[in-house]
């Protein structure tokens, strides 16, 4: 019977050469809002070693990047207070109290910037990983389960006008002012009427600031009656059929909001306001799952692309479960959160301390109020109607600069200065012709998606302008990948995770340039002692 012979191993390989993590945990939870506090509460009770990470407070320079969240230059100078903030975290969420009684160790103002578990390519790894990052510092945590409990951003929609200071996301709004008590705005337009609208309009309104109107692109409000009707009588306008065209202002931002009926562009009206907070919808957050290679879905009813998952929040990967609206939108967040705990609990081998029959409900609420599917179609009849009235030299990518007309015409970034009448002749629809257009190919072309706030201002109104332009069904459109680090890091953070000196020996080689280094060639053989006889790096 022959032999195979196996080639030696490759010193340059990074296999056992890892460095273990500096810290290790039973259960990480990222994400300490309603789902996420739950979830890491529920376990701790259960007697595991929880380590319960957020990102809030961000810094100030992530908020002025529109980071995590859009922002919107509406912040005051309290989050150049990082101490204040914390206390104000602490004191809007009063679960995190709990969660400190319980021995849950919580870290704030600390971002996962990417997770990974055993798999291809990642063979060498034990446990899971996450690589977390402060202002300071980046280290490594080793894991055996992971809820992500990331919860929702802002879907945003640009106009003119839009890039400038005082146009802002709900998720944002909601968190300097309810979170960080630093909003600097006083008078509020808000696109859009449905639930999030809605509640935005009563949590300002309760905060004392004023609200001049909701705008609405459907003929009718989309949220329920009564609330619409409440709001109307404390002097609310409502305006449907109507979407924004202009924002104008002055040296301090927004002045006032010019907005247009979706049929007639000659009936238009301006709203006086200093703030534009666009609450037509929210996305869930899955940047983590998607660098962890979690299985995601098109689910328009769930609030659109979203991991797969049962209903306990167990994803396709062994170690990793879900909760909160990053699973689905409008469920109840804090049932989610210990669903997803006792899920986890059960694949460690631990039982909930919870009775069963104290329990929630397996099941995941309705979602938005909205009917399932009609999500999707609702943000298409705002990206039509918006480009119909604004335009295509409107920005739809405000980071790199890239215009709806740029992104229609998959025109080269205009930096490059190309004329080419072979580009002048591509658009989406002879793109689309060569096989299904793909975000990630549009990101390459364009730069649309390319810029600081990670496409968190526009990822979905570039798919939603792509299947128009293309005219595709908007569900055909893929997400963009999204990779680590899934937050802006400064380099010195990030690499201030120091390799092992195994990896460090041979991370050159890698490169093969064989002017400078050694070819792959040449390992193995003659050549390469010669080479480092010669002094050549390794």
Request: charged share 20%; aromatic share 4%.
């Amino acid at each position: 019977m022959s032999q195979v012979t196996l080639p030696p191993p490759d010193r340059a390989s990074i296999a056992g050469k890892f460095l273990p993590p500096q810290e290790h945990v039973p259960l990480i939870v990222v994400g300490a809002g309603t789902a996420g506090c739950a979830a890491a509460i529920e376990a701790a009770k259960a007697g595991v070693s929880v380590m319960l990470v957020d990102e809030n407070p961000v810094s100030a320079g992530l908020v002025g990047m529109n980071v995590p969240l859009y922002f919107g230059g509406r912040a005051t100078n309290a989050v150049q207070t990082p101490e204040r903030l914390v206390e104000r975290v602490l004191e809007a969420n009063p679960a995190l109290a709990e969660a400190f009684e319980l021995g849950v160790d919580v870290r704030l103002s600390t971002s996962v910037w990417g997770a990974w578990v055993k798999g291809p390519g990642l063979n060498h790894l034990g446990a899971g990983l996450a690589g977390l990052a402060d202002e300071e510092k980046s280290w490594m945590v080793g894991f055996d389960r992971l809820i992500v409990a990331a919860g929702a951003r802002d879907l945003n929609f640009t106009f003119a006008g839009s890039d400038q200071p005082g146009v802002m996301g709900a998720q944002g709004f909601h968190t300097l002012l309810a979170g960080y008590d630093a909003f600097a705005g006083r008078r509020l337009a808000i696109v859009g009427s449905g639930d999030l609208a809605l509640q935005t309009a009563e949590t300002a309104l309760a905060a004392g600031l004023d609200v001049a109107a909701l705008v609405e692109v459907r003929d009718a409000p989309q949220g329920p009656a009564n609330r619409v009707a409440a709001l109307a009588e404390k002097g609310v306008a409502i305006v449907t059929g109507h979407v924004p065209l202009e924002a104008r202002g002055n040296a301090e931002g927004v002045a006032g909001l010019v907005v247009v009926d979706r049929g007639d562009a000659d009936r238009r009206q301006e709203i006086a306001c200093d703030t534009v907070v666009m609450a037509v919808g929210a996305v869930p957050v899955i940047e983590l799952l998607d660098v962890l290679g979690a299985r995601r879905e098109m689910a328009p009813g769930r609030g659109g692309h979203v991991p797969m998952s049962d209903e306990g929040g167990a994803t396709s990967l062994e170690a990793v479960f879900v909760a909160g609206d990053c699973a689905r939108l409008g469920q109840d967040a804090a049932a989610s959160g210990r669903r997803a705990a006792r899920a986890a609990l059960a694949s460690l081998g631990k039982a909930s301390s919870v009775p069963a029959a104290a329990r929630d409900a397996s099941g995941p609420a309705e979602t938005n109020g909205q009917p399932e599917g009609d999500g999707l179609a609702y943000q298409l009849d705002w990206a039509r109607a918006m480009l119909a009235t604004g335009g295509e030299e409107v920005l739809a990518c405000i980071c790199e600069d890239v215009t709806r007309g740029d992104l229609l015409g998959v025109k080269p970034p205009r930096y490059l200065g190309w004329r080419s009448n072979a580009i002048a002749r591509r658009d989406l629809v002879t793109l689309a012709g060569d096989g299904p257009v793909n975000q990630d190919q549009i990101k390459r072309l364009t730069r649309a998606c390319m810029g600081p706030c990670q496409a968190r201002r526009c990822r979905e109104q570039v798919a939603l302008m792509m299947a128009i332009g293309a005219g595709e069904p908007a569900e055909s459109v893929p997400l963009a990948g999204y990779r680590a680090p899934v937050r802006p890091l400064p380099l010195s953070v990030l690499a201030d995770w120091q390799e092992s000196a195994e990896m460090d020996e041979g991370w050159n080689v890698w490169f093969g340039i064989a002017t400078q280094w050694i070819g792959y060639e040449d390992i193995g053989t003659t050549r390469e002692a010669e080479q480092l006889a010669a002094g050549m790096p390794y």
